[in-house]
């Protein structure tokens, strides 16, 4: 993850998942596994697209958001 064209660590960076028209959002914790590298797992019940927002806060008042969008597929 980078922000500013820079890898952002020591940070929090927290995924808001959804498809559209759902009232309901998972969200999901990362874990920094290396400078400017997270991971997370996540299991998705239905195939589709998905929004996804990538909350990245700091403790100097950062929080930002990162809109995209993925394609579960139904084989993966």
């Known amino acids: 993850m980078e922000h500013k064209d820079k890898p952002f660590t020591g940070g929090v960076l ?5 498809q559209h028209e759902d009232e309901a959002h ?3 914790d990362t874990e ?8 997370v ?6 195939a589709g697209e998905y929004h ?12 930002e958001h990162i809109h995209e969008a993925l394609i ?3 084989n993966t």
């Open 14 to 18: 927290t995924l808001e998942v959804w």
């Open 26 to 28: 998972t969200w999901l």
């Open 32 to 39: 920094e596994t290396d400078v400017g590298q997270y991971e």
């Open 41 to 46: 797992s996540h299991t998705f019940a239905d």
């Open 52 to 63: 996804v927002v990538f909350h990245i806060e700091d403790d100097t008042g950062l929080h």
């Open 72 to 74: 579960v597929d139904e």
